[in-house]
């Protein structure tokens, strides 16, 4: 089983930060510098809109087949921020390095999330840049969402039922600690959400992947905890959760075995959230 919460060692090169893991691996499939990556044609199209691009492609090392993503981000402006690196030295980040920094970060905090490989950037006329970031295939780890779509049965009956409030306790307290942790995600939903059962047990090993909107703020936010959760509660199909399953995701993200006062207050704000990010959601299809 791949660590998906254990710290990572880099190195630095031209243009590129390192996982120390892979430093051999990169260069004997000759990967090893902006370039090489950048210009990478072959795999397979996963997702392709105009500031990025993601592709999933095979490579046979040492009598093993790896499966690697690699995300392209086009030509963004850093701006004026990369003036005052020094101070503010997330907004002068790439997309690319920003992520794989985010990651090598949450893992830091015991956060399990995939593995990265490598990241690069490369400037143009100083406030131009184009980064990548590659990472390693997260299998067995599989998404929420494609789990509650190809199994919708798995959390029917009364295993089930156990089943769905142990996933549902796990997934409160990983949020928990993220916000405690100082991070973020911003987009805590389903299909950011990877789990994998192991020898058959009904405690899933969870990770989160997609790290590169991650806020980080060592103050907690009362706002992170609504807007998580409701993103949650969005993403979440009417057919297998119903509303004590729901209310059940902010009591055992705070611990709790019933609300008080302002927690009821609480998620009454969280419904509202999720309503209007449903709303939002449909008129985006729409348009």
């Known amino acids: 089983m791949k660590a998906f919460s254990a710290a990572i060692n880099c190195i630095e090169k031209k243009n590129l930060i390192v996982n120390r893991d ?59 921020w990369r003036l005052f690196s020094l101070f503010f030295h997330r907004k002068s980040l790439s997309q690319g390095y920003l992520e794989f920094e985010n990651i090598c970060e949450f893992r830091n905090s015991n956060l399990p999330t995939v593995i990265p490989i490598a990241a690069g950037k490369k400037f143009f006329r100083f406030f131009w840049a184009e980064s990548f970031l590659i990472t390693e295939d997260f299998y067995p780890y599989i998404s929420l969402e494609a789990l509650l779509k190809d199994c919708p049965n798995f959390f029917t009956g009364q295993e089930g039922k156990h089943r769905k409030r142990v996933l549902i306790n796990e997934i409160s307290i990983l949020a928990r600690k993220m916000h405690e942790n100082g991070f973020n995600h911003q987009d805590f939903n389903a299909t950011h959400i990877l789990l994998h059962y192991d020898n058959e047990s009904d405690v899933p090993k969870l990770a989160l992947f997609d790290l590169q909107r991650v806020e980080k703020n060592k103050i907690f936010k009362l706002r992170w905890k609504i807007k998580s959760l409701a993103r949650l509660n969005y993403t979440l199909p009417d057919k297998i959760f119903n509303k004590k399953d729901r209310i059940n995701i902010l009591l055992f993200y705070k611990g709790k075995d019933r609300l008080n006062f302002l927690d009821q207050l609480q998620w009454i704000w969280i419904k509202k959230k999720t309503a209007r990010i449903k709303r939002h959601t449909e008129k985006k299809y729409q348009r």
């Open 22 to 80: 892979y430093e051999f691996f990169l260069q004997d499939i000759h990967m090893d510098s902006f370039e090489s990556i950048w210009r990478y044609k072959n795999g397979e199209i996963v997702k392709h809109i105009k500031p990025r691009s993601v592709i999933r492609f095979q490579i046979a090392h040492q009598n093993n087949n790896k499966t690697i993503y690699l995300k392209r981000h086009n030509r963004e402006f850093v701006g004026f």
